[in-house]
């Protein structure tokens, strides 16, 4: 693989995951606030209920199987110069989206009690928890045309070669999130109408901060209704498999909420409180890399260049393994420590803290197969290829159900997690070895090289910050302490390894943040 597509790869990593980390950070503290404010009960359990459901959409139409289909036809007709088509295409899909997250919205708001009932049955033994759930998901429901419209410009901005615009957006939601919990929910009767109220003000900054960007890159974006345009019909040829795939990791997700319906209350919120320190690294570090490596692919499998496909993938899967485990690693030996600092606040309580610790634990055993599914799925979609991920979703949720089932009933809401672990485990080694089966492309002898040395730097850094907190507890230090002295000697170590080790990950990520202008 060449020296500058690896530049290009971590470059657009860095810009992704600098706005992605604040955005995060803004998030943990918006957490905090949900955490001190509400606990974790009733309104918690109601309005991420009702949250999860426009965001299911949101990931359908938005940034989920419209991008997959729609990014590989789009960047290949701005590779081969087709301006009047790559114009008739972005038009026609922008035309289409409009009026489905239009029409969805509309029969979100008029139909809210059937979602609610699909989504959380056992809330319909729970009248109080049900109907605010309900009023909560009227309320939020047309966020999925606003969310909708900003994910979809903020892909079209990534083509485009601007990553910068569609890392920030979640920042203002986040920051609505905290205005609203902290200033507008003295003013309502039900403190939890502020969030939603946070939710719908977000959304409409959103898409006019996407507007924006869209009219300085001057692409045009006007109403148009073509379907003769080849483009337009392979992107629709290949949008029912992607939107499929998509719709089948939802379901693990709404899977596991309904199912945590029938448990004590609390029980969701544990799973979202859970869930969300688990989407830290993932979000910053991995979602972040398939943004930036999927128009790559995209070009490339445009150019039929598939070993420098190859490269790109060996190189990103390593990458991705060089930050994600040692992220595991520090999660798991914290995370106690780390519920405590974040969430124990206000009216969440220890025994709150212990069962978000638990489930979060069950989490990690699974993160590194959610993160390299990141790596591997933008190959299969960059080379139009939307059916063998969605064959694999599919397995993944048959068996995510029946574990969920039979683990719920002997470790409660801790079995959801470790089934949704072991399922998306089975779900990456199945899309590998597809890989490698279609198209040659497999894991080589230098991604073993980075492996071994990522492992090993991991696995010192790990004893380094094992030790830190055992000396640190017996002295009673305070979480905040434990957790920082911890980051910064693991941190530390594990470069320190990795440069004396000579990783190549460390080195690319190193030669693009030395270099000035990289976030411009």
Same mark, same amino acid.
């Given at each position: 693989?060449?020296?500058?597509?690896?530049?290009?790869?971590?470059?657009?990593?860095?810009?992704?995951?600098?706005?992605?980390?604040?955005?995060?950070?803004?998030?943990?503290?918006?957490?905090?606030?949900?955490?001190?404010?509400?606990?974790?009960?009733?309104?918690?359990?109601?309005?991420?209920?009702?949250?999860?459901?426009?965001?299911?959409?949101?990931?359908?139409?938005?940034?989920?199987?419209?991008?997959?289909?729609?990014?590989?036809?789009?960047?290949?007709?701005?590779?081969?110069?087709?301006?009047?088509?790559?114009?008739?295409?972005?038009?026609?899909?922008?035309?289409?989206?409009?009026? #489905?997250?239009?029409?969805?919205?509309?029969?979100?708001?008029?139909?809210?009690?059937?979602?609610?009932?699909?989504?959380?049955?056992?809330?319909?033994?729970?009248?109080?928890?049900?109907?605010?759930?309900?009023?909560?998901?009227?309320?939020?429901?047309?966020?999925?045309?606003?969310?909708?419209?900003?994910?979809?410009?903020?892909?079209?901005?990534?083509?485009?070669?601007?990553?910068?615009?569609?890392?920030?957006?979640?920042?203002?939601?986040?920051?609505?999130?905290?205005?609203?919990?902290?200033?507008?929910?003295?003013?309502?009767?039900?403190?939890?109408?502020?969030?939603?109220?946070?939710?719908?003000?977000?959304?409409?900054?959103?898409?006019?901060?996407?507007?924006?960007?869209?009219?300085?890159?001057?692409?045009?974006?006007?109403?148009?209704?073509?379907?003769?345009?080849?483009?337009?019909?392979?992107?629709?040829?290949?949008?029912?498999?992607?939107?499929?795939?998509?719709?089948?990791?939802?379901?693990?997700?709404?899977?596991?909420?309904?199912?945590?319906?029938?448990?004590?209350?609390?029980?969701?919120?544990?799973?979202?409180?859970?869930?969300?320190?688990?989407?830290?690294?993932?979000?910053?570090?991995? #979602?972040?890399?398939?943004?930036?490596?999927?128009?790559?692919?995209?070009?490339?499998?445009?150019?039929?260049?598939?070993?420098?496909?190859?490269?790109?993938?060996?190189?990103?899967?390593?990458?991705?393994?060089?930050?994600?485990?040692?992220?595991?690693?520090?999660?798991?030996?914290?995370?106690?420590?780390?519920?405590?600092?974040?969430?124990?606040?206000?009216?969440?309580?220890?025994?709150?803290?212990?069962?978000?610790?638990?489930?979060?634990?069950?989490?990690?055993?699974?993160?590194?197969?959610?993160?390299?599914?990141?790596?591997?799925?933008?190959?299969?979609?960059?080379?139009?290829?939307?059916?063998?991920?969605?064959?694999?979703?599919?397995?993944?949720?048959?068996?995510?159900? #029946?574990?969920?089932?039979?683990?719920?009933?002997?470790?409660?809401?801790?079995?959801?997690?470790?089934?949704?672990? #072991?399922?998306?485990?089975?779900?990456?080694?199945?899309?590998?070895?597809?890989?490698?089966?279609?198209?040659?492309?497999?894991?080589?002898?230098?991604?073993?090289?980075?492996?071994?040395?990522?492992?090993?730097?991991?696995?010192?850094?790990?004893?380094?910050?094992?030790?830190?907190?055992?000396?640190?507890?017996?002295?009673?230090?305070?979480?905040?302490?434990?957790?920082?002295?911890?980051?910064?000697?693991?941190?530390?170590?594990?470069?320190?390894?990795?440069?004396?080790?000579?990783?190549?990950?460390?080195?690319?990520?190193?030669?693009?943040?030395?270099?000035?202008?990289?976030?411009?």
């Amino acid at each position: 693989m060449s020296e500058s597509k690896n530049h290009e790869i971590v470059r657009n990593l860095s810009v992704v995951s600098f706005f992605t980390l604040i955005s995060r950070i803004l998030g943990l503290l918006r957490d905090i606030c949900i955490a001190y404010f509400f606990g974790a009960g009733v309104a918690t359990d109601a309005f991420f209920v009702a949250f999860r459901i426009p965001n299911l959409f949101r990931r359908l139409f938005g940034e989920g199987g419209l991008s997959a289909s729609f990014i590989p036809v789009y960047s290949e007709s701005l590779v081969k110069k087709r301006t009047k088509d790559s114009q008739d295409l972005l038009m026609t899909v922008f035309t289409i989206l409009f009026f #489905i997250l239009l029409f969805l919205s509309v029969i979100g708001v008029l139909f809210s009690f059937v979602f609610v009932a699909i989504t959380a049955p056992g809330f319909l033994n729970k009248p109080a928890e049900f109907h605010l759930t309900l009023f909560l998901t009227r309320m939020m429901f047309p966020y999925i045309f606003l969310i909708g419209l900003t994910a979809f410009f903020a892909g079209v901005l990534n083509v485009h070669g601007s990553y910068a615009p569609g890392a920030m957006y979640p920042i203002i939601l986040n920051v609505l999130f905290i205005i609203s919990a902290i200033f507008l929910r003295p003013f309502f009767h039900e403190g939890i109408y502020a969030l939603a109220i946070g939710v719908m003000i977000g959304g409409v900054l959103q898409v006019l901060s996407q507007v924006y960007y869209i009219r300085r890159k001057k692409i045009r974006l006007r109403f148009r209704f073509n379907l003769k345009n080849s483009d337009v019909k392979t992107v629709f040829k290949l949008l029912t498999p992607s939107l499929l795939g998509m719709a089948v990791i939802q379901l693990n997700l709404l899977f596991d909420t309904l199912l945590a319906s029938f448990l004590s209350s609390g029980s969701i919120s544990y799973l979202y409180y859970g869930d969300r320190l688990y989407q830290f690294p993932l979000g910053v570090f991995a #979602i972040a890399l398939q943004t930036a490596i999927f128009p790559a692919l995209s070009a490339s499998f445009a150019r039929k260049d598939v070993k420098e496909v190859d490269n790109a993938f060996n190189f990103s899967t390593s990458l991705m393994f060089f930050i994600i485990v040692p992220s595991s690693i520090g999660l798991i030996l914290l995370r106690n420590h780390l519920v405590r600092l974040i969430y124990m606040h206000g009216v969440f309580n220890l025994m709150d803290a212990q069962k978000t610790a638990s489930v979060l634990l069950f989490f990690i055993i699974g993160l590194w197969a959610s993160a390299l599914l990141r790596t591997v799925i933008p190959v299969f979609y960059s080379m139009k290829d939307t059916k063998t991920p969605v064959n694999a979703a599919v397995y993944s949720l048959i068996l995510n159900i #029946i574990l969920a089932i039979i683990l719920m009933q002997v470790m409660g809401v801790d079995g959801l997690a470790l089934a949704s672990s #072991i399922s998306l485990i089975f779900n990456y080694l199945f899309l590998l070895r597809k890989l490698y089966l279609k198209k040659g492309i497999g894991l080589g002898s230098g991604f073993f090289k980075s492996f071994t040395q990522t492992i090993t730097a991991s696995v010192i850094m790990g004893v380094f910050v094992e030790f830190i907190i055992i000396i640190c507890s017996k002295l009673n230090y305070h979480s905040l302490l434990i957790v920082a002295a911890s980051l910064v000697i693991g941190v530390a170590s594990y470069l320190f390894i990795s440069f004396v080790f000579k990783n190549e990950s460390f080195y690319a990520i190193k030669q693009v943040l030395t270099k000035r202008n990289n976030l411009l």
